[in-house]
């Protein structure tokens, strides 16, 4: 497939494209995927992985898709020519206690984030979400309970999914205003809604392999568009735990990754979204921590990158409202 490069139109096509991608078998299980232990997942997808024959002309081409972002974007990320946005998805109850060593190095460079907390199984006290803003950081939603089953349901159900959310958390109809979706798994329905609560959706990465569609899927760029009634802010930099542990590259060849597609982001004038997973990414794991650090000390060293959260980027550069 050879998409046109009519950006932003091009980015929507490929984007409803991906929302519309078959529904994984595992989400119709009669039990959460989340019952089968974490290694034997993750053994799994990279067993699909090594097995899967690709088309090398399909779109999106993996790690680098350029068809759509065929010439460089003309958008001012306050007078530096991209930007960063750093994310961790905190997907167990056991992560909370990873987010103050994470931070630790973070305030220690200089370096905001965001931080998605699953309402049904990590979402944090009013009080950690507010010392998180109070710092510069900011809070979002990573689905409700991470079971690949939200996309699924019907709009109502989904909505008192959210309403029960902001019921029991008062403080998240002012603080929340980001969502991503459980495994990125998202759907037509679930993104009208997201639309209706929340100013800005993380769920579509530009493009991945191996995912919970299997072979490759995402939108095909890596500069943000408005989908609908939400900012649509793409996940860019291949996932932490893909990278080390379904592709199996070492650390220096995951940092090596991470610093190609970084420099086709700059570029191409578009905006870095990493997301990272505290299980897996953080100090006490020194393997693929040391190349993190490596990477994001090079990141604030840099000029021509505004570092900045989901949110504030929405707002500051491309005037969303929030």
């Not at 490069?5 to 529904?23: I, M």
């Not at 010439?71 to 930007?83: E, M, T």
């Not at 040391?290 to 959260?309: G, K, P, Q, S």
């Amino acid at each position: 497939m050879q998409p046109s490069t009519d950006e932003p139109a091009s980015a929507v096509r490929a984007a409803t494209r991906y929302l519309e991608g078959r529904r994984p078998l595992f989400t119709r299980l009669p039990i959460s995927y989340r019952f089968v232990p974490l290694p034997v997942r993750i053994g799994m997808l990279s067993l699909l992985a090594r097995v899967a024959r690709e088309d090398p002309d399909a779109f999106p081409a993996w790690p680098v898709e350029s068809r759509i972002d065929a010439a460089p974007s003309r958008i001012d990320y306050a007078g530096r020519r991209a930007a960063f946005v750093l994310t961790h998805d905190v997907d167990s109850h056991g992560e909370l206690d990873l987010v103050e060593p994470i931070r630790q190095f973070e305030r220690s460079i200089g370096l905001p984030s965001a931080w998605g907390f699953v309402p049904e199984i990590s979402w944090p006290t009013e009080e950690v979400a507010r010392s998180l803003v109070a710092e510069g950081c900011e809070v979002y939603c990573h689905d409700v309970g991470h079971d690949g089953r939200l996309p699924y349901l019907d709009e109502a159900a989904i909505r008192d999914a959210f309403a029960r959310i902001d019921d029991a958390s008062p403080w998240a109809r002012e603080l929340v205003r980001t969502f991503r979706a459980g495994q990125l798994l998202t759907s037509p329905t679930l993104m009208r809604v997201v639309g209706e609560r929340f100013s800005v959706d993380m769920s579509i990465p530009d493009t991945e392999r191996s995912g919970p569609y299997g072979g490759r899927a995402g939108c095909g760029t890596v500069v943000p568009f408005r989908y609908g009634n939400v900012f649509e802010l793409p996940l860019t930099l291949p996932q932490d735990v893909f990278a080390r542990h379904v592709y199996g590259y070492s650390a220096d060849e995951t940092l090596q990754l991470w610093t190609r597609k970084l420099d086709h982001i700059v570029a191409t004038g578009g905006v870095a979204v990493m997301v990272l997973h505290p299980t897996w990414s953080n100090p006490a794991r020194p393997d693929l921590w040391e190349a993190i650090r490596a990477f994001l000390e090079r990141i604030v060293d840099r000029d021509d990158v505004l570092l900045t959260t989901p949110m504030r980027l929405a707002s500051d550069v491309f005037g969303v409202d929030a």
